[in-house]
């Protein structure tokens, strides 16, 4: 199974900082397998990214996705109030389908 | 644009088989462009893939859980359905369905989830 680790697991910034995501796979990932989701309490997850770098419909493009291998990032360029989330990364380069344990975002 | 809708019981006693069913809002669970899963999230924790079906009635599923689990299609009611055999207290979370595209690998429509609880 493919653990996957996200890093850090809180990140508190201001509105307009960058925030920089982390996701770290037991083993390597392609790319085309590896998607970010976005969760605000009560709600379900969001596609956020796909294939790694790729927006799903509708995501704002200040989310974006980076990485190879074993290291994957989401960045949220510039935060905006409405960005505060548990933001997890996804799997399926291999089965099980995993997920990682979250990383929440706070804005100040 | 796409809806789904879970439903079942929100109390299943320790023991019992939990079962959920997922109506797809339109005909696209025939459509061989996609997969169905079942994700369950725990109260305060993380995400969990139970398991995934196609149209033709394959299926996947997390081998944590296989020996318990059965997912089923039914294409001319537009839903598919979870079972959960043997349920504990540890199974008691909010279930979800939701959509995966071929093309994306990733799920994209969620249903808003089905909180389920495992008590006597």
């Known amino acids: 199974e493919i653990v996957l680790t996200q890093s850090p697991g809180t990140l508190s910034l201001s509105p307009g900082e960058r925030a920089s995501l982390s996701c770290r796979a037991s083993?390597?990932?392609?790319?085309?397998?590896l998607a970010w989701y976005q969760q605000k309490p009560g709600q379900a997850p969001r596609l956020l990214i796909y294939?790694?770098?790729t927006r799903a419909t509708g995501i704002p493009d200040r989310f974006s996705g980076s990485g190879s291998g074993t290291d994957f990032t989401l960045t949220i360029s510039r935060l905006e109030p409405e960005d505060s989330a548990v933001y997890y990364c996804?799997?399926?380069?291999?089965?099980?389908?995993?997920f990682g344990g979250g990383t929440k975002v706070e804005i100040k | 644009q796409l809806q789904q809708q879970e439903s079942g019981p929100g109390l299943v006693k320790p023991s019992e088989t939990l079962s959920l069913t997922c109506i797809v809002s339109?005909?696209?669970?025939?459509?061989?462009?996609?997969?169905w899963g079942w994700i369950r999230q725990p109260p305060g924790k993380g995400l969990e893939w139970i398991g995934s079906?196609?149209?033709?009635?394959?299926?996947y599923s997390n081998p944590s859980l296989r020996s318990r689990v059965t997912i089923s299609v039914d294409t001319s009611k537009n839903q598919f359905s979870l079972k959960l055999r043997s349920v504990t207290a540890a199974d008691t979370a909010v279930y979800y369905c939701?959509?995966?595209?071929?093309?994306?690998?990733?799920?994209?429509?969620w249903g808003q989830g089905a909180l389920v609880t495992v008590s006597s």
């Open positions: 939701a959509r995966w595209p071929s093309s994306a690998r990733a799920f994209d429509y």
């Open positions: 339109d005909d696209s669970i025939s459509s061989s462009n996609y997969y």
């Open positions: 079906i196609y149209y033709s009635g394959n299926t």
């Open positions: 083993q390597s990932v392609s790319s085309t397998y």
């Open positions: 294939a790694a770098s």
């Open positions: 996804q799997q399926y380069d291999s089965s099980p389908l995993t």
